[in-house]
């Protein structure tokens, strides 16, 4: 996954996993990667990052976190058209 820079000293601290490796630094982000078996939790955990980290590989994953972020706006949207 790509990393906001400002995030980096936090994942070295706090690891999302214990196989959890910075694989490259630069000014604005870092590269992380874990060797996880993806599941509900590590979803809800890769979620709390929000907008400051996006998965890179694999590709499914990627695309069911950025499913369920289209679903949490349409929320917002719907609550908005309702005022």
């Known amino acids: 996954m790509k990393a906001d820079n400002w995030l980096v000293n936090y994942l070295e601290t706090s690891p999302i996993h214990s196989s959890q ?10 590269i992380v990667t874990i060797d996880v078996m993806i599941n509900h939790e590590l979803e809800q955990e890769l979620l709390f990052y929000a907008e400051h980290i996006a998965v890179l590989l694999p590709v499914e994953l990627r695309e069911k976190l950025a499913e369920r972020i289209k679903k949490q706006l349409k929320g917002y949207k719907d609550i908005k058209k309702k005022k």
């Open 21 to 30: 490796q910075i694989i490259r630094k630069s000014e604005d982000n870092c």
